[in-house]
């Protein structure tokens, strides 16, 4: 019967040392997979650190010659407006001569269409 018990008192153990394993490979396997999370995350976060500053890089390029067209429509329009009150002063004068010559000067003349009632 010692055989016997101690047979059973061996596959206990064997059965305990089986059970010990299975319990520290699900506790390298649970560690494993945080490992992974953490690395996973990492590489997220360096992934969409990377992608925001091409993004800032290519909003601030953008923006930046935005900026540079608005400068040049400003540019643009300051020069035909120069042009425009450089145009006025010089043809105000005669344009003025002209309206006070056509309404001053005023020829009386009976109009064609006018009959005389006798």
């Given at each position: 019967m010692t055989s016997q018990s101690q047979g059973i008192h061996q596959l206990l153990q064997a059965e305990k040392r089986a059970k010990d394993k299975l319990e520290e490979a699900k506790k390298r396997k649970a560690k494993r997979l945080r490992q992974a999370k953490e690395e996973a995350m990492a590489e997220i976060d360096q992934y969409r650190m990377q992608r925001d500053q091409e993004f800032r890089q290519k909003h601030a390029k953008i923006m930046g010659s935005q900026s540079n067209i608005s400068e040049e429509i400003e540019a643009q329009t300051l020069e035909k407006i120069?042009?425009?009150?450089?145009?006025?002063?010089?043809?105000?004068?005669?344009?003025?001569?002209?309206?006070?010559?056509?309404?001053?000067?005023?020829?009386?003349?009976?109009?064609?269409?006018?009959?005389?009632?006798?």
């Open positions: 120069k042009e425009l009150n450089g145009s006025y002063n010089k043809s105000m004068e005669s344009v003025i001569n002209q309206l006070l010559s056509i309404v001053c000067d005023v020829k009386p003349e009976i109009h064609a269409n006018y009959r005389i009632a006798n």
